[in-house]
Nanobody, 125 residues
């Protein structure tokens, strides 16, 4: 069983940057693909970014591409770096881990077995 804990959320201004962390409870975190999803007020949960177990595949959503980065430290933490934030980025951000052996991490929530509780990001104008 993998437990995930997100941190780093908060209240920021438009144009600011923020880095979220996803910490895992297992030493074998490197065998999992990890993704970030978000759910804004009144919206469905949507894919943001993912990183493969090796770190060589990092798909992004169109809204995140060019502004967000994802990395892992090969310990037990995955990071989501967010830049040039805007009000549309306001959401609860969730990290998720999946153990399916695929070359490219999926953007589908159903492909991830373990989920954190989320961390709130609010971007104020």
């Amino acid at each position: 069983q993998v437990q995930l804990v997100e941190s780093g959320g908060g209240l920021v201004q438009v144009g600011d940057s923020l880095t979220l962390s996803c910490a895992a409870s297992v030493r074998t975190f490197t065998i999992y693909d990890v993704a970030w999803f978000r759910q804004g007020p009144g919206k469905e949960r949507e894919f943001v970014a993912a990183i493969s177990r090796t770190g060589d595949s990092t798909p992004f959503s169109d809204s995140a591409k060019g502004r967000f980065g994802i990395s892992r430290d090969y310990g037990k933490t995955v990071y989501l770096e967010m830049h040039r934030l805007n009000t549309e980025d306001t959401a609860t951000y969730y990290c998720a881990a999946g153990d399916r052996a695929v070359p490219t991490p999926s953007s589908a929530a159903s492909e991830y077995n373990y989920w954190g509780q989320g961390t709130q990001v609010t971007v104020s104008s």
